[in-house]
């Protein structure tokens, strides 16, 4: 019996036009190369001034995060390949580089008063927040790495998770990198 291997996530941030579209073209390259996307966040971009040339106008650009894993040998390729497409401006490999990450986790949580206390500790060495009470449930709010939050809803899972949602990754490069 052999190990079993981890597959490597990569975290690829696009400049795209805000156009429709956009997003089926991005998705494709990753899917005719077997590449499987985690989790995808898109959002305005926001900037000052421009980016190579290109005025940033609020609207008329958005910011792809994509976590994805799959071969890293391909990897190179799908970045220069979403390059090409005619609507991505840049396409930028994250991937051991100095970033500062994020994710939000929502999590639903069975509650009977007895549990409470314990659930309240749980959150709050994570620094989650209670947004939600109900005479049998809770909603917290976690903010942070994607390890923090597994390992807060790892601890949540014996109370009973009712539902759960995640943002998926966020990335902006430290300094003055481009992200």
């Known amino acids: 019996m052999t190990a079993a291997t981890t597959i490597p996530f990569h975290t690829i941030s696009l400049l795209v036009r805000n156009k429709p579209g956009v997003l089926v073209r991005v998705a494709l390259v ?14 305005p971009a926001m ?11 609020p609207g008329e650009f958005s910011r792809m995060t994509i976590t994805c894993s799959g071969d890293p040998d391909n990897l190179g390729q799908i970045v220069k390949q979403l ?16 970033v500062i990450e994020s994710e939000l986790c929502l999590a639903k949580i069975k509650s009977g008063l007895d549990q409470r206390t314990a659930l309240l500790q749980i959150a709050e060495n994570f620094k989650a927040k209670v947004v939600d009470y109900g005479s049998d449930s809770m909603i917290l709010r976690c903010a942070g790495e994607s390890d923090k939050i597994d390992a807060m809803v790892a601890l949540l899972r014996p109370y009973g998770i ?15 990198a481009s992200t």
């Open 30 to 43: 990753f899917s005719r190369r077997g590449y499987n996307i985690e989790s995808l966040v898109v959002s």
């Open 47 to 57: 900037g000052q001034g421009e980016y190579d040339g290109i005025p940033i106008t």
């Open 83 to 98: 390059e090409k497409l005619i609507d991505v401006v840049t396409a930028i490999d994250h991937t051991g580089e100095a």
């Open 162 to 176: 009712v539902e759960m949602v995640r943002s998926g990754k966020i990335l902006m490069a430290r300094g003055l």
